[in-house]
């Protein structure tokens, strides 16, 4: 691990000394979106602080799986996008706790939240009430519909984003109900346009000493993830609906069968397609009339009738292994591999993507930092906090409280 760099806070960030180090961040987040901005930050550096209630943790970490029994007994689920983070409890209906808060919003350069648009106004810990505590301060507020427009007020979760942006409406196969997308693309993607928001309103507050409210919607985020179907039907009037496995208008592009799962083949260029027919050792295919250019290979009646049939013909008695060898980097082809060949994957491993990291109960395996960085790498191997374990330490480091005063704040169930 790089060695630990103080932040002003008297706070090291616990990720180490990545790019973030010295930056300060609020995280008042539950779940995922918000908790994966957070921990991004974390490992790049940040010092990044888990606000959570005395008597109402982040349910998230009641989520399966779980590694140890009894005392030790930890949400690996919370693990993997908490980790690298400082656990402080604050009851912020309180009026000492909303003290408490706006006091570590002046020494902060983020604060994070995930509550429905209207909440931290309610409880007077709204962007304008911090913003006057600390004019630097990023805010960023991620919810299902954003802060402004006629739904901001109505509950969202990833499913809401998928539901309301046509994402779900795309996804599935051809003429069946659609299908929701088999993660929670909705509050990841809301998350990773908050990190970008996020820095970016550092880099303005950093350049001329403002900060700014950064507002997420997960409805917003998901349509950010249509690719092609908004233009197609503004300019085609075409409403996109469920293809499988297959790219509207790009062909051969998708998934195919082989003796021992499914690949995915993406050899729709005239280039790649001279080399598949060569590899197959059938090269007079990529000269053959009907097909032999790219525009001849999408029209759809021709693909179905000449270019399938053949791929599925080269592929049907040769493995996952063997085709990706045999393709090697000459053309586009992979194997669609389920989640225990991907943690077995030696290039997984190579770009260091599987973080593993021993709690008392046993090892938790987490996905690492997609974010490689030559002279400043993150550090995606930090535990995650348990509810309030830093408490003390943050008032004590951060605001210099003595020690009387944080018993009788705990006394009073404010921390």
Known sequence: MSSVAPSPSGLPGRGGSGPLSGIIVLDVTRVVAGPFCSMMLADLGATVIKIEHPKDADYARTFPPFVGEDGTRFSAFFAQFNRNKYGLTIDLKSADGKQLLKQLARKSHILVENFRPGTMDNLSLGYSELASENPRLVYAAISGFGASGPYSRRPGFDNSGQATSGLWSMNGLPGQPPLRIGTI??????????????????????????????????????????????VRYTVEGTVAGPLGNDHPFVRPYGQFPCKDGYVFFGGYTDKFWQETCAMFGEPEWASD???????????????????????????????????????????????????????????????????????????????????????????????APRVGEHTDLVLREMLGMANDDVDHLRREGVI
């Open 289 to 383: 009339p009907e097909i032999d250019t790219m525009e001849k290979r999408f029209d759809q009646a021709v693909y179905e009738r000449r270019v399938r049939p053949l791929i599925e013909r080269w592929l049907a008695h040769r493995t996952k292994a063997e085709l990706e060898t045999l393709a090697g980097d000459r053309v586009p082809m992979c194997g669609i591999k389920s989640i225990d060949e991907v943690v077995a994957d030696p290039h997984i491993a190579a770009r260091e993507m599987i973080s593993r990291v021993k709690y008392p109960g046993g090892e938790v395996g987490m996905f690492g930092l997609p974010v490689k960085l030559s002279r400043t790498p993150g550090n995606p191997c930090g535990f």
């Open 185 to 230: 693309i909705g509050d990841l993607s809301g998350t990773l346009f908050a990190t970008i928001g996020v820095l970016a309103a550092l880099r303005e507050a950093e350049q001329n000493g403002q900060g700014q409210f950064v507002d997420i919607s997960l409805q917003d985020c998901s349509l950010a993830l249509t690719e092609n179907a908004v």
